[in-house]
């Protein structure tokens, strides 16, 4: 995705090799036999990827437009976009409305358009900017306010989102004054309230086709709410870790291990022997883990964080599958001892088997998951790759941790910020499927079923292929959209 | 790399927070370990006990491992398990082992291609697998499934193997190693009159060393732990990989905590053993396949 940047270096490193006298007639040599020799080192690779890359991706396109099905009773024929219009249509209930439903998508499209828009804005540093920000947040406030009193979990959340992204933006060194940038802010305030003034006379009017996609969708979008909570964490982390802890000569260190060792053993065991194995147990692991990091530095909490992410797959669903067991796990025991010492006389949360607590049960598994991974190794270059100049300067004109990272760190690590973000959402918008098919089979009453575990039931249970494939067409556009986004704003990230 | 960088002189900025950053990183190390301290705790209790909240086994056995690799009995039904533990972990090994070897092979000859060599439209066909990597994998999932049932592939070890066998990642990855790679060097070898291989193989391959073992741990670990086209390619328990069998594995004795626990561990355990033994490899490597995510 770094082409030109790449092609730029290339470029440069030839530039600079030597071209002496004996280059030209050696260049002409090669190039003649080097089409051949191209061709005979390509051939294994691209074989492989003409077949099992290439014209897939264009038969699945094709399937799109059919009604292709494995079940043998139904008969192959071309369906044109009947597929995409199932998918993404409404039918009326009653007589239907041209003017609502046009409306409708209208305010929806000024939203969505708004919401780039505003991103464009943000990048580009158009003026005015700060009061669209202001106008984001007062939109999102009213509709936290309108989704909390409402008991609407979406509606919330993406007032709680509106919030936050609207207050960043407010909060820039910007005056107030209205300018162009103000306008995406206003498109998206607009949009919103559009959409929620009509949604009830919506829903008496028309229904989707296809609801079930539209929730799945939903629910896709709503998983993604992890992706900020874990990108702070790995952000956080990557701060604890970039630099290393000052703990003096070998000599010293070993010293502070072992002391570290004893003291973890005498403290756990005497807990142990008072009665209570678990404090004991938990509080030598915590000196193990201190004397691991005095002895290994930051490279054992590297590890130790990471090692979620190098782990991670349907065994470690499985664990955390029983962890979340309503009545066996641990979290709940735990939890219902909590609630007994405070006095709470109610049940801990069901989580994969209750509605409202699925999916924040499996955004928290992927937090604890991708917290110490990729993400936190990107920051850790990041860091690494910061200007000590910088940092120097704000020591020098007396400013604090705080305004050191506020007007130092964050912004130079904007970049990084941006590709971690996009790459979280391309990732988010295809993910959710392993965990739907171990975790809950996409249950309770769909609730944890996201677009891919959609696509695979639509293709492997259902057997209708061209169905799913227009599906996976539609998130693939959705993907190209935040890939775009990307190349448009992300060219000073490269990753090395 | 990272940790290299402060080692020469403290200044009273970090002595400061150096107790801080201990105390946080110590905390937030124990909060991730704790579902792995549990899932190993687990393991080693009884069915009586693994209900209990009690992280340290009163009573700790280790006879759930033999049951689940099926040469004891279970205490409670007398009756052995009807799983294939030893047969899936080879299959997983088997099936990363061959996809990894394969998609390094080729992403390397590839990779040359694209890189030290010059022929015309090079760069549109680079593009071209550029473009295709940011096709979401479902996309590709409905067609290549089709191919493998009109070629008869399903419920075989090829059918897993060879389409994980080429990638346009690795291609990518590679690429970038080897253009960092100075091409004076190519052309010495040319004057010294080696041939396009030889440069390959003798010049080109072993410089680009960081880059193969960087794309091999990543393969063998997303081959490893693959389970979308093994779940849809077959239906023999004969040929899972661990993945699918911890799937049949849960929904067959999911009630028994301890068993699952067990085959839990040991799932988990070779990577740890991998992750270990490279980690040194692994930081610069992963941090470049941070694009793939």
Same mark, same amino acid.
């Given at each position: 995705m770094k082409v030109p940047l790449l092609e730029e270096r290339a470029e440069a490193v030839q530039g600079k090799a030597p071209n002496g006298n004996s280059g030209k007639p050696a260049r002409r040599?090669?190039?003649?036999?080097?089409?051949?020799?191209? #061709?005979?080192?390509?051939?294994?690779?691209?074989?492989?990827?003409?077949?099992?890359?290439?014209?897939? =991706?264009?038969?699945?396109?094709?399937?799109?437009?059919?009604?292709?099905?494995?079940?043998?009773?139904?008969?192959?024929?071309?369906?044109?976009?009947?597929?995409?219009?199932?998918?993404?249509?409404?039918?009326?209930?009653?007589?239907?409305?041209?003017?609502?439903?046009?409306?409708?998508?209208?305010?929806?499209?000024?939203?969505?358009?708004?919401?780039?828009?505003?991103?464009?804005?943000?990048?580009?540093?158009?003026?005015?900017?700060? #009061?669209?920000?202001?106008?984001?947040?007062?939109?999102? #406030?009213?509709?936290?306010?309108?989704?909390?009193?409402?008991?609407?979990?979406? =509606?919330? #959340?993406?007032?709680? =989102?509106?919030?936050?992204?609207?207050?960043?933006?407010?909060?820039?060194?910007?005056?107030?004054?209205p300018g162009v940038g103000s306008i995406p802010g206003i498109m998206i305030a607009l949009g919103a309230a559009g959409l929620w003034q009509m949604h009830t006379a919506m829903e008496k009017t028309y229904e989707p086709t296809d609801n079930y996609f539209w929730q799945y969708f939903y629910n896709t979008v709503f998983m993604m709410i992890g992706i900020p909570f874990s990108i702070g964490g790995s952000l956080l982390i990557a701060l604890l870790l970039h630099e290393d802890l000052p703990t003096g000569a070998a000599r010293q260190r070993m010293v502070g291990t072992a002391i570290c060792l004893l003291l973890g053993l005498m403290m756990g065991g005497i807990i142990w022997t008072l009665g209570n194995p678990n404090a004991g147990l938990l509080c030598a692991l915590l000196w193990g883990i201190v004397a691991l990091g005095i002895g290994f530095n930051v490279v054992a909490f590297r590890t130790l964080f990471y090692l979620p992410t190098f782990t991670s797959g349907v065994a470690l669903m499985i664990l955390w599958k029983a962890l979340y067991n309503p009545t066996t796990g641990p979290i709940n025991l735990g939890l219902g001892a909590l609630y007994h010492v405070l006095g709470i006389h109610a049940d801990p949360p069901h989580w994969l088997s209750d509605v409202m607590w699925a999916k924040p049960a499996i955004i928290i598994m992927g937090v604890w998951t991708g917290i110490g991974g990729t993400n936190m190794l990107l920051y850790l270059a990041g860091l690494s790759n910061l200007p000590k100049e910088l940092l120097d300067a704000a020591d020098v004109d007396g400013a604090g941790p705080w305004h050191r990272f506020r007007h130092v760190t964050w912004p130079q690590l904007a970049p990084t910020t941006f590709f971690i973000t996009i790459m979280s959402i391309i990732g988010g918008l295809q993910g959710g499927f392993e965990q739907a098919r171990v975790m809950t089979s996409g249950g309770p009453a769909g609730s944890t079923t996201t677009l891919s575990y959609y696509i695979y039931n639509k293709a492997f249970q259902d057997l209708d292929m061209g169905y799913a494939s227009a599906i996976s067409w539609v998130l693939f556009l959705i993907v190209f959209v935040a890939t775009a986004l990307n190349w448009k704003f992300g060219k000073g990230m490269e990753v090395d | 790399m990272v940790a290299a960088a402060g080692n020469s002189k403290t200044n009273p900025r970090q002595?400061?927070?150096?107790?801080?950053?201990? /105390?946080?990183?110590? /905390?937030?190390?124990?909060?991730?370990?704790?579902?792995?301290?549990?899932?190993?705790?687990?393991?080693?209790?009884?069915?009586?006990?693994?209900? !209990?909240?009690?992280?340290?086994?009163?009573?700790?056995?280790?006879?759930?491992?033999? /049951?689940?690799?099926?040469?004891?009995?279970?205490?409670?039904?007398?009756?052995?398990?009807?799983?294939?533990?030893?047969?899936w972990y080879f299959n997983s090994l088997f099936i990363a082992v061959g996809s990894t070897f394969l998609q390094v092979l080729t992403s390397a000859f590839a990779a040359f291609a694209f890189s030290r060599l010059k022929w015309r439209g090079r760069d549109t066909v680079f593009m071209l697998y550029l473009a295709t990597m940011m096709i979401p994998g479902v996309v590709l999932m409905i067609p290549n499934y089709q191919a493998m049932v009109s070629l008869n592939f399903l419920n075989t070890y090829h059918g897993l193997i060879i389409p994980a066998a080429f990638s346009a990642f690795g291609t990518f990855l590679l690429r970038q190693f080897m253009l960092?790679?100075?091409?004076?060097?190519?052309?010495?070898?040319?004057?010294?009159?080696?041939?396009?291989?030889? /440069?390959?193989?003798?010049?080109?391959?072993?410089?680009?060393?960081?880059?193969?073992?960087?794309?091999?741990?990543?393969? %063998?670990?997303?081959?490893? !732990?693959? %389970? %979308?086209?093994?779940?849809?390619?077959?239906?023999?328990?004969?040929?899972?990989?661990?993945?699918?069998?911890?799937?049949?594995?849960?929904?067959?004795?999911? !009630?028994?905590?301890?068993?699952?626990?067990?085959?839990?561990?040991?799932?988990?355990?070779?990577?740890?053993?991998? %992750?270990?033994?490279?980690?040194?490899?692994?930081?610069?490597?992963? !941090?470049?396949?941070?694009v793939k995510g």
């Open positions: 040599r090669r190039g003649s036999g080097q089409t051949a020799a191209a #061709l005979g080192f390509l051939a294994p690779n691209l074989i492989g990827f003409l077949a099992f890359t290439f014209f897939p =991706v264009l038969f699945s396109f094709w399937m799109a437009f059919t009604n292709w099905s494995l079940k043998p009773a139904v008969k192959f024929s071309y369906v044109g976009l009947r597929n995409f219009t199932d998918l993404l249509g409404v039918r009326p209930i009653t007589d239907g409305s041209p003017g609502l439903l046009w409306e409708y998508v209208f305010c929806g499209a000024l939203a969505v358009i708004g919401m780039i828009a505003a991103l464009w804005a943000n990048m580009s540093q158009w003026k005015g900017t700060r #009061l669209g920000g202001a106008v984001i947040a007062l939109a999102g #406030l009213a509709f936290l306010v309108i989704g909390s009193q409402q008991a609407i979990q979406g =509606v919330a #959340l993406a007032g709680i =989102v509106a919030l936050i992204c609207g207050l960043t933006a407010a909060s820039q060194d910007a005056d107030f004054k | 002595k400061a927070t150096f107790l801080t950053r201990l /105390i946080l990183l110590s /905390i937030l190390g124990l909060a991730i370990s704790l579902p792995f301290v549990w899932m190993v705790s687990a393991s080693f209790k009884t069915r009586a006990e693994v209900e !209990q909240v009690q992280i340290v086994p009163q009573t700790p056995t280790s006879q759930n491992y033999p /049951i689940v690799l099926n040469t004891q009995p279970d205490p409670v039904t007398h009756k052995k398990l009807d799983l294939k533990f030893g047969r960092s790679i100075s091409p004076a060097l190519d052309e010495a070898a040319t004057i010294d009159g080696a041939n396009s291989w030889q /440069i390959f193989w003798d010049v080109v391959l072993p410089l680009a060393r960081p880059g193969l073992i960087a794309l091999t741990i990543i393969t %063998f670990l997303g081959a490893y !732990q693959s %389970f %979308f086209w093994p779940l849809i390619m077959l239906n023999s328990d004969q040929l899972f990989p661990m993945s699918v069998g911890m799937l049949t594995l849960d929904s067959s004795y999911g !009630q028994q905590t301890e068993l699952i626990m067990a085959a839990t561990v040991m799932n988990v355990a070779p990577l740890i053993i991998i %992750f270990a033994a490279f980690q040194k490899f692994l930081v610069s490597g992963l !941090q470049l396949g941070g």
